[in-house]
């Protein structure tokens, strides 16, 4: 059987075919698309190019595989976190997609905050239980209602970007819990949309909300006029899909209690599987999300990863060919150098109007690889403290599965492990987002054809996500000895920053 896994991203929509006899994906496809945006924040597509996207990579995989159609037996849809696409009574588009990475929201949605907090007995993470930032729906929802509000007063349908694809896919109006819980009006603990917050924007909305499926539901199945678009079968089920980062779990075999990923993108994200709820009413670090595997995705995230580390090496003038051996050429610490990467302030911890810096500069340790390793090391000690923030919460772990563009490094792979003191594996599949999305419609399908099974998300997982296998990094103990006094000055130092700032 086949499986398509699609995963509609701010940048661009990648397709796979994956194959449930091989245990591989045989096909993929990319194509990119631009981004509307202002400098006072707004950010915001076309959803039609996310819809032009999908027809032009479903017609390359099918065509890079060279097999029948009529083998696909499922589809998934990973999507873009947070953003916003409303229709009218026609089904028509009211106004670009808001996206996550929109801030001109943030007034509004901290002035809503504090109103509703002083009007309710209990504060509104601890009605969701999440903490809401200005990347989450209910920023952009509350923007329309107070700037557009001719446009707001025609909304029909809410959907998040994976649940208009759903839609687009198959008529059927839902959402699944994972996504979900990144809009800022879903209850986490219950799995519900939360009345009380969506009265308090506008009595109208809780009746446009799409009602919950579980994550191995189908959200529908394939229309005759898009299957035709798309070469396809009609009635090809399509799974729930979720956020990228959900869709990133699945992807990493991340379903089960005592696993990490941690993905080195733009952005680095951090996450877990847990089986229920955790209450961070206290922490406003840990985003916690429910799972698209029906547990709980606690997860923390960090601007200013790779982009950092690339911008070292642009101004260092260091090829991508040359970054192993640059950062070889220095040891664990950097020589004394020491490297604050806030290049657009900070997410986590959440300081935005922090400056970047270099510290104990000396003529001695001022070289190429010592800068780099620097910033390296700076933006690790900076995400794995994220590691100490879910261990408060009692969650455990025994290895962190590491995924994204930095992930291509095999020092960098090695040097988490040796700060971390925890093994790291590097999957042999890389495109978890889309595989995730793949996987879960391959779980989708198995539950409609043997219901009375129950199938769980893990029985369906390929060997090689069971096992964890991939290439491994042991950490060394002599090193992660040395890091762990230099990982404590880094944020003994990092709070004095702060505390400075403020």
Known sequence: ???????????????????????????????????????????????????????????????????????????????????????????????????????????????????????????????????????????????????????????????????????????KYSAESGDASGTGYFDTY?????????????????????????????????????AKLLGLPVGVPVSSGGGDNMMAAIGTGNVCPGILTLSLGTSGTLFTCSNQQINNNQNTNINSFCSSSNSWLPLISTMNMTNAVNAF??????????????????????????????????????????????????????????????????????????????????????QIRVIGGGAKSIIWCQMIADITGIDVIRPKITEAAALGASLQSHWCHENIRKPEKNIKLNDILPPFLRKAEGEYFKPNNKIHDIYIPLYEYYHIELNRLININN
């Open 1 to 171: 059987m086949l499986y398509l896994g699609i995963d509609c991203g701010t940048q661009g929509t990648k397709a796979i075919l994956w194959d449930t006899h091989k245990n591989c994906i045989t096909s993929t496809a990319y194509h990119s698309y631009g981004l509307i945006s202002s400098p006072n924040g707004r950010k915001e597509q076309d959803p039609a190019s996310w819809l032009q996207a999908i027809k032009i990579t479903v017609k390359q995989v099918l065509d890079n595989h060279l097999v029948s159609p009529d083998l696909v037996a499922g589809i998934g849809i990973s999507g873009q976190q947070h953003g916003l696409v409303i229709l009218d009574e026609h089904n028509d588009i009211l106004y670009p997609a808001k996206l996550w990475c929109d801030t001109e929201a943030n007034h509004d949605l901290q002035k809503f905050i504090f109103s509703f907090n002083q009007k309710h007995t209990q504060n509104i993470n601890e009605i969701i239980g999440i903490h809401i930032p200005v990347a989450f729906t209910i920023a952009k929802l509350i923007w329309m209602k107070n700037h557009k509000p001719e446009i707001f007063s025609k909304i029909e349908k809410i959907f998040l970007p994976h649940e208009y694809i759903n839609f687009w896919l198959t008529g």
């Open 190 to 226: 219950n799995r519900c949309w939360s009345k009380k917050i969506i009265d308090e924007i506008s009595p109208r909305l809780y009746a446009k909300l799409p009602p919950i499926i579980t994550a191995e539901e189908p959200s529908g199945f394939l229309l005759p006029h898009v």
């Open 313 to 398: 090496r642009d101004i260092l003038n260091i090829p991508l060919l040359d970054f192993e051996r640059f950062l070889s050429n220095s040891s664990p610490g950097a020589n004394g150098l020491i490297c604050f990467p806030w290049f657009n302030g900070s997410r986590f911890p959440n300081e935005p109007n922090m400056k970047g810096s270099l510290q104990g500069i000396t003529i001695d340790n001022f070289t190429k690889s010592n800068m780099l390793r620097c910033v390296v090391e700076g933006v690790t000690y900076k995400i794995c403290k994220g590691i100490d923030e879910f261990k408060q919460q009692g969650l455990e772990f025994n």
